[in-house]
């Protein structure tokens, strides 16, 4: 199975900053099929971004994914109080679907 | 607007069985092939169970192979999972979740119930 190793693992940040987080995969991604998650907490994940780069409805253009092959990133590009939150990264491109870690991103 | 309504989590002792259930409303259920995550307290996200459109196909972690068995009822619009042999380390919140993308097992989701707990504890 397919391996996500997220980083950082905690990051700590002030409103109105810019972040990239990082999506790294054990073997390459088919399809690039990779989606990221936003989790607050005492709730479920909600989708923000899926194939990569593709946003999800409702999603504020503020977050955007680039990225393929192995490595995957989540940029926000500039950080509002309802941002912080932890982060997951999961790959579709093959069975069984995985998840990374998480990235957990808190106020300074 | 799509809403996933879990059910049927609690406590239960280690060997015991439980069924969760998932009713589903606002899109067509029956189009759409259907997860189950969970989240261990603390912890991320690990995938349970995935069961096609149709019903023909399901797939299940490693985790829970031949313990869990996925399975959906299209008129009444409802997702079940039932849950034989439990672990302790199966205790988690667990998601019902509709997926976007689906293909051989792997796929994507891009709606999530609220979850109901199950603990495995004596």
């Known amino acids: 199975e397919i391996v996500l190793t997220q980083s950082p693992g905690t990051l700590s940040l002030s409103p109105g900053e810019r972040v990239t987080l990082s999506c790294r995969a054990s073997q390459s991604v088919t399809y690039n099929c990779l989606a990221w998650y936003q989790q607050k907490p005492g709730q479920a994940p909600r989708l923000l971004i899926y194939d990569a780069s593709s946003r999800a409805t409702g999603i504020p253009d503020r977050f955007s994914g680039s990225g393929s092959g192995t490595d995957f990133t989540l940029t926000i590009s500039r950080l509002e109080p309802e941002d912080f939150a932890v982060y997951y990264c999961?790959?579709?491109?093959?069975?069984?679907?995985?998840f990374g870690q998480g990235t957990r991103l808190e106020i300074k | 607007e799509v809403q996933l309504l879990e059910s049927g989590g609690g406590l239960i002792q280690p060997g015991g069985s439980l069924r969760l259930s998932c009713a589903a409303s606002?899109?067509?259920?029956?189009?759409?092939?259907m997860s189950w995550v969970r989240q261990a307290p603390g912890k991320g996200l690990e995938w349970v169970s995935v069961i096609s459109g149709s019903g023909s196909s399901t797939f299940h972690a490693d985790s829970v192979k031949g313990r869990f068995t996925i399975s959906r009822d299209d008129p009444k619009h409802t997702l079940h999972l039932q849950m034989n042999s439990l672990r302790a380390e199966d205790t988690a919140v667990y998601y019902c979740?509709?997926?976007?993308?689906?293909?051989?097992?792997?796929?994507?989701?891009?709606?999530w119930g609220q979850g109901t707990l199950v603990t495995v504890s004596s």
């Open positions: 979740a509709k997926t976007r993308y689906f293909s051989g097992g792997s796929h994507d989701v891009d709606y």
């Open positions: 606002g899109f067509t259920f029956s189009s759409y092939a």
């Open positions: 999961q790959q579709c491109g093959s069975s069984p679907i995985t």
